[in-house]
């Protein structure tokens, strides 16, 4: 299964991969590494809308996150 092709340079998922809520959510299999369900990423589709990735700790479910 491919990853999504964002993911070496997403800030949401260098800095959120370890995070406990992400896990538990399972975002990141869910959306980071399926292309296919990448395409559902919130964040990926707000880059794609605005030129610039959204704000580091919105979720791909649009949820924001904590920074701690
Ligand atoms: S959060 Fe979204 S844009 Fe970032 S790697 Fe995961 S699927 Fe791709």
């Not at 999504?4 to 340079?9: H, I, S, T």
């Amino acid at each position: 299964m491919e990853n999504c092709e964002n993911l070496a340079k997403c800030a949401f998922f260098i800095e959120f991969k370890g995070n406990p809520e992400v896990i538990k959510k399972g975002w990141i299999r869910m959306f980071c590494e399926d292309q296919n369900k990448s395409e559902l990423c919130l964040r990926k589709q707000y880059k794609k809308q605005h030129g610039i990735p959204p704000a580091t700790n919105m979720s791909p479910t649009g949820n924001f996150l904590s920074e701690s």
